[in-house]
């Protein structure tokens, strides 16, 4: 896998972008991985697990290799299944036990009794995922990917459990969607997957012993998820999640046969992807470009070979972002218009060495027609 990537890196190690003012901006390509957490996930957790697989994805690449990528979280909340879990834990226990020792059976530092382990598979077998891809956290998650296509960048998003219902929303909407990114420039690999699908058709990891997944599958009337295709049973892995559905105390475990396959999948979906064209021609963007009034347009942009720039509403005056440009002269970035209630325009106005760099973009308000 090193001697593949690193012929992948020699032959496209520069993309040549053609900057404002008609120049040359050589900039390095590179791939963002983000991870996207599953339920029984805080922030916390979700933060550890990227860096458990930024170590890991670290351990079989090479220096320069690993050098080019970035590493972020796609964040999505699941108060949804905990509070089911919690509430019902609460009746069928003594209520102080749950209060004291909840946050404990999650994290594997007490020991889980019976009941709790068949009421969270309980929980699972009726709990529907997909009603959780909340927009707010998805359209974060799009204005990451976004931000980070337009800057020249791939994504690669390693979804773990609910992660890959977001994780196939937001495939649908970059590829699908009013604005669609370059073709081949973002792809997910699929941990745990209770859906019936990988957007894209990506590689997907799930565990025979994972339990939560085999909950989910056996609920009637559903489309199943996609079936285990690997097991750690007598690999040598210690195993510290009684559900065998966590991504650190299962997947990603040393030793276990899962880490192994989802590093060679993050790795392959890596070299596969295509680094997305950046150039002067719609250095900042709309997406959607025509919105009924009261609703929002996704503001994005990217322009290189400037000093310092300056993004705003120029019909409001607001400033959506203001700043230097990073290293390599670059400033890209993006954010939400906020409720446009009329035809309003966006620019961006940059400083450079040669010569000011502008653009703007209009967004138009839909008419609504009444009946006569």
Known sequence: MKRLIAVFVLFFWYVHVVSAD??????????LVVFG??????????EFAK????TVLG???TADEFNRLEFGVAYNHSYGYLSDLYESLKQKMSQDNVVESFWRWLGNTQFVPQVVRDEALRIASAFDFSTQ??????DIHLQTYRSSVLAGK???????????FFANAAYNVLYNGVTPIPANSFGIVSVANPASFVGGGGPYTTALEDLVIAAVARVPGVVPPLL???SNINSGAVITDWLGHSITGEYLVDESRTQPKIVADTEGMIVGLTAPPTSSPGIITATPSRVISGSSSTIAWHVCGVNHCTVTNSTTSAILADGDADGVGQFFGSASSGPIIQQTIFAINCTADSSPVSSRVIVNVTPVFGEF
Request: with cysteine; glycine share 14%.
């Open 133 to 138: 891809v909340g927009t707010n956290d998805l």
């Open 22 to 31: 008609g120049g040359l901006c050589v900039q390095p390509s590179g791939t």
């Open 154 to 164: 791939t994504v690669v998003v390693v979804a773990h459990s609910q992660g890959n």
């Open 37 to 46: 957490n599953g339920i029984l996930g805080t922030e916390a957790k979700a």
């Open 51 to 54: 860096e458990r697989l930024k």
């Open 228 to 230: 285990p295709n690997v």
């Open 59 to 61: 351990a079989s690449l």
